[in-house]
Structures are given as C-alpha cells and as structure tokens.
C-alpha cells in the first residue's frame, strides 16, 4: 500500500483574530483519490487549502510531508509546492504573465528542466486545458471560464502529486463546468489525487469517490458518495441537500426491489435502472 502523500495531524488553525477556522483535524490523502470536500460557508474548506499547500502555517498540529513533520523551512516549503498544486477560486489571483503561455510556464521553469523539457511540459499542459489558441493572449482579456482552465494549466506543468482546486466550476456556465471537470477526469490517475471544494452536491456525488464534510472547521463526515449522502444528520447539519439522483431513487424505491440496492450515480445509472425494473417506458 502506497504512503499518503499529505496527512494532517490534530491540525488547529486560528486567525489573528480569534476566529478558529479548524479545530483538531486529521486527515489522510492517499494517492489515486478524487475527493470532493463540502459544507457551508464558513466551514473552513478554503483554509484547509491553504494549510495543504504550506501557505498557512497551522497554530496547533503537524503536516506530515514524505513521511515527516513539516518545519516550514524554505527548503521544505519549495518542495511541497512542486508536489502540492492549488488553484485558486478566483484564478486572477494566480495569471500575471504577459501572455498565457508565459504565464503556463512560469512554475514548471523553476523545475530545473532543460529548454526542451519546459517547453515539452507547457505544450503538453496546452493541449490537456484547450488553452493552445491562448497562448499569445494577455490573460485580462479571457473568459472566466478561460482563466480557469489556464490556471489549472499551469498547475498541471509542474506535473504535481496532489492537485487542489476551490472551488473550479463556480460562475461557469453548465458548458465550462461540464469541460473543466472532463479535464479533471483526464488528468487524474493513480498516483494523482485530486481535491477538490464545491457547494454542488450532484457534482460531488457523480465525481468524487470519496467525500469530506466540513462544518465549523470540523470534518462531520467522511467517506464514498453513498455513505456520506445517507447521513441525514451531517446533511442537514451544514445545510446540504441530497443529489437528486439520490431523491429520486429513493422516492421510487419502493417499486424498485429490495432496500439494499446500490444507489445510481447518475442519471444515466438511475434510468438504466428505472427501465431495468420497468418503470420507465
């Protein structure tokens, strides 16, 4: 069994002004996952980011890091953010460049790669994202939508283990969403995971194969999409509502067989097993 690539151990982190927005978390990230992290707003998801990337420095707790404690030493920070990839909610944070292709290559630049490798690297990342007609724009002048994928272009240059995205489909339209997580889908594999915060449960629930929910800076719940969706007290806790796909089934499982059927994870499973049993058509 393959080491995580980041643990947290009681982590507590506490903002100057004494807001707690973590308290005693403790969480394994094992490579090949697709995890989606949910809860209201406020929950801390966006701060347990930052504390995975070594932008914040936890107030109580350890990161273990290759097996090890995590001193925030520059050296450690360095290479903790070759392997640990973030892409913020607002990607105009993050695009600075004068170009996109500038822009794409200037994480993988601090790699160490010969000339060939970067530029392998940044074409590579172009083709994945779409963004080669891009490559000559000024970013101030994309779509939201375009932004973002250049952002996770540029992530996905530095070839990282861990890849963290805030938030990724929020004010997109249902044709970029549905773009920016095929490309997620595309770029996952077994030594990759991704994590990802979203406030769309359907989304969630069709993506993830684990899902975290976090309330008042406290994972309530963990575990496969079916699992976490049948809590009905961590639900309602922070606010969520059920997938539909998962309203659905239940509403008609009356009709449908036994209590033990596997919930659907799309609408596509749900109507192949409607018909299945003949109550469609």
């Not at 070839?159 to 549905?178: C, F, H, Q, V």
């Not at 209590?259 to 299945?276: C, D, H, I, R």
């Amino acid at each position: 069994m393959m080491s995580p690539i980041l643990s947290l151990k009681n982590i507590t982190y506490q903002y100057p002004d004494g807001t707690i927005a973590l308290n005693d978390i403790s969480l394994s990230l094992d490579p090949g996952k697709k995890i989606a992290l949910i809860g209201n707003n406020g929950a801390g998801k966006s701060t347990l980011f930052l504390l995975l990337n070594g932008i914040l420095k936890p107030t109580s707790g350890n990161l273990i890091f290759n097996g090890e404690k995590l001193t925030y030493k520059r050296k450690e920070i360095k290479l903790l953010r070759k392997l640990v990839g973030i892409v913020f909610q607002n990607p105009e944070t993050q695009l600075f460049s004068s170009s996109i292709y500038e822009d794409i290559k200037f994480g993988p630049k601090n790699l160490g790669l010969s000339q060939l490798e970067l530029e392998k690297v940044v074409q590579d990342a172009m083709v994945l994202t779409e963004t080669e007609a891009l490559k000559d724009k000024p970013p101030h002048f994309l779509s939201i939508g375009q932004k973002k994928r250049v952002a996770i272009a540029g992530i996905i240059a530095m070839n990282p283990r861990l890849m963290i995205l805030d938030e990724p489909t929020a004010g997109l339209d249902p044709y970029y969403s549905k773009k920016i997580m095929s490309l997620l889908e595309d770029i996952h594999n077994k030594n990759r995971t991704i994590i990802l915060s979203t406030h769309n449960v359907d989304l969630a629930y069709e993506w993830a194969d684990e899902i975290i929910v976090l309330h008042d800076g406290k994972i309530i719940e963990q575990g496969a999409p079916c699992e976490v969706f049948q809590n009905e007290a961590a639900i309602k806790l922070s606010h969520l509502e059920k997938p539909w796909v998962i309203e659905v089934f239940e509403k008609l499982q009356d009709g449908l067989g036994p209590q033990n059927q596997q919930y659907p994870k799309s609408k596509q499973e749900l109507f192949k097993m409607l018909k299945t049993q003949k109550t469609l058509c």
